[in-house]
């Protein structure tokens, strides 16, 4: 299971984490993407991190400005989300597969599927 938390309304410019915590898996087995949707576009991947290896993949539209990382010890991904422009407003969902589909922004072989966190960034 996933859970993502830490959303909220936040100003252009301001910074906001959110949390992936998740269970009833080998989580260094696995993979977790962070996606994200906005009212009327499709879903986008954002970025993942192989929580095996630790190696990590950003999307073009948040490199530079967001920063994935992960705790094994408690099981839990973060996304730090600095510089936020109103583009960037969306429901955050987290999502869990085996390490071996490696990273990048396929959706292809996602066991697990967290309920998002609405992220809005006010201009």
């Known amino acids: 299971q996933l859970q993502a938390s830490g959303g909220g309304l936040v100003q252009a410019g301001g910074s906001l984490r959110i949390s992936c915590a998740t269970s009833?898996?080998?989580?260094?087995?696995?993979?977790i993407g962070w996606f994200r949707q906005a009212p009327g576009r499709e879903r986008e991947a954002v970025a993942s991190?192989?929580?095996?290896?630790?190696?990590?993949w950003y999307a073009r539209s948040v490199e530079g400005r967001f920063t994935v990382s992960s705790d094994n010890a408690k099981n839990t991904v973060y996304l730090q989300m600095n510089s936020l422009k109103p583009n960037d407003t969306a429901v955050y969902h987290c999502?869990?597969?085996?390490?071996?589909?490696?990273?990048?922004?396929?959706?292809?072989?996602?066991?697990?599927w967290g309920r998002g966190t609405q992220v809005t960034v006010s201009s």
């Open positions: 009833g898996f080998r989580f260094d087995e696995y993979g």
């Open positions: 991190i192989d929580n095996g290896n630790g190696r990590i």
């Open positions: 999502a869990a597969r085996r390490a071996r589909y490696g990273l990048g922004p396929s959706t292809i072989g996602y066991d697990y």
